[in-house]
């Protein structure tokens, strides 16, 4: 064997680890903006887990940003609106600010109202598990769609209607300008153990859904409205990587079956026409980066064996 092509084979040996361990050991999330101003998105990694890096950014209108998380990662992101900095240099946010101070929460999460979406990656059975979440109440529509992936319940999910404007009064937080810019969960507005299914109502037996929460469901179907809804709010991919759209184009649609559901008794009731019609062409259309990268594996291989 001469020296130039054992050479080629220890390059390309080199390479393919490199190729196996992106496909492997990491998820890619990309981050877009369709809001119609900047929104600054904070990460909050769980308890006992690195830190996913930068911890909050800003996201211009029509942005897009991609961070890389490596398995077994969890945490959660959000976004936070009508942010600035005082003469001193201090960030605040109206909704979601995490309380730093600076441009990143450094380890500190959203304070409600927040539109949360949650991962944690390479759980039980090797799957992610992943949801949208307006238990802490809501201050932007989220839509959460993996790409490629696997799973019978690998699909995409969110709550891609704006619920500031139809937000019932006593749940209604309004921004300096009189207009509504969060919805409180009724936990957040009540603080009853009823509404915060704690205490006595600490379990899912005793915990049931209210009108408030009844609400929020009839809205956004697939997303959490209360602690313990989770049988139609839980999705799981297996190598999966996500597209997390903030303020996702929305249409005014007949809904699908799945997603019928039995009117609130809440007044003045959501809006729940508007679906997002581009959330099936996300987790289906076009082939995922690790993908290419599974088959760059393959073809490396192939030369590997010619080496050997």
Same mark, same amino acid.
């Given at each position: 064997?001469?020296?130039?092509f054992l ?5 390309i040996?080199?390479i393919s ?12 999330? &990309?981050f ?5 101003k &900047? ?22 209108k029509?942005?897009s ?7 077994s990662?969890g945490?959660?992101?959000w976004g936070?609106t ?14 979601? +600010? ?8 450094a380890?500190a999460?959203?304070t409600?109202?927040a539109?949360l979406?949650?991962?944690?990656? +390479?759980? /039980?059975g090797?799957?992610d598990f992943? /949801?949208?979440?307006l ?12 790409t ?11 709550c ?6 139809a ?10 300008g009189?207009?509504?810019?969060a919805?409180?969960?009724?936990c ?17 037996d005793?915990c049931?859904?209210? +009108? ?16 313990? +809804?989770d049988?139609?709010s ?11 759209t903030?303020c996702?184009?929305v249409?005014?649609?007949?809904k699908?079956t799945?997603?019928q559901?039995?009117?609130?008794t809440?007044?003045?009731e959501?809006?729940?026409?508007m679906?997002?019609?581009?959330? /099936? ?13 599974i ?14």
């Amino acid at each position: 064997m001469s020296k130039f092509f054992l050479s080629m084979c220890f390059l390309i040996l080199a390479i393919s680890q490199f190729f196996i361990q992106g496909v492997v050991s990491s998820t890619t999330f &990309t981050f877009t903006n369709k809001c119609d101003k &900047t929104i600054w998105p904070g990460i909050l990694s769980n308890a006992g887990i690195a830190p996913l890096q930068p911890t909050g950014f800003a996201l211009q209108k029509g942005e897009s940003k991609v961070l890389t998380a490596p398995s077994s990662w969890g945490g959660r992101f959000w976004g936070r609106t009508h942010c600035s900095q005082d003469p001193t240099g201090k960030f605040t946010c109206t909704t979601g +600010d995490c309380g730093s101070g600076i441009l990143e929460c450094a380890g500190a999460g959203a304070t409600p109202p927040a539109t949360l979406a949650e991962f944690t990656l +390479d759980g /039980d059975g090797g799957m992610d598990f992943f /949801d949208v979440s307006l238990v802490d109440g809501y201050n932007l529509p989220i839509l959460v769609a993996p790409t490629g992936g696997s799973g019978r319940n690998c699909t995409y999910t969110g709550c891609m209607v704006d619920l500031n404007g139809a937000c019932p009064n006593a749940l209604r937080v309004v921004g300096d300008g009189g207009e509504g810019v969060a919805c409180k969960s009724a936990c957040e507005a009540f603080g009853s153990e009823e509404y915060c299914c704690s205490g006595a109502y600490g379990t899912p037996d005793v915990c049931k859904p209210s +009108d408030y929460s009844q609400a929020f469901k009839s809205a956004c179907p697939r997303a959490y409205s209360y602690a313990y +809804d989770d049988k139609t709010s839980t999705f799981t991919c297996n190598g999966a990587d996500y597209v997390v759209t903030f303020c996702p184009q929305v249409t005014t649609s007949k809904k699908s079956t799945e997603e019928q559901q039995t009117p609130s008794t809440v007044k003045p009731e959501f809006n729940n026409g508007m679906v997002y019609e581009g959330a /099936d062409a996300m987790e289906s259309g076009g082939v995922p980066l690790r993908y290419t990268y599974i088959h760059a594996v393959v073809a490396m291989v192939v030369m590997l064996v010619a080496c050997l």
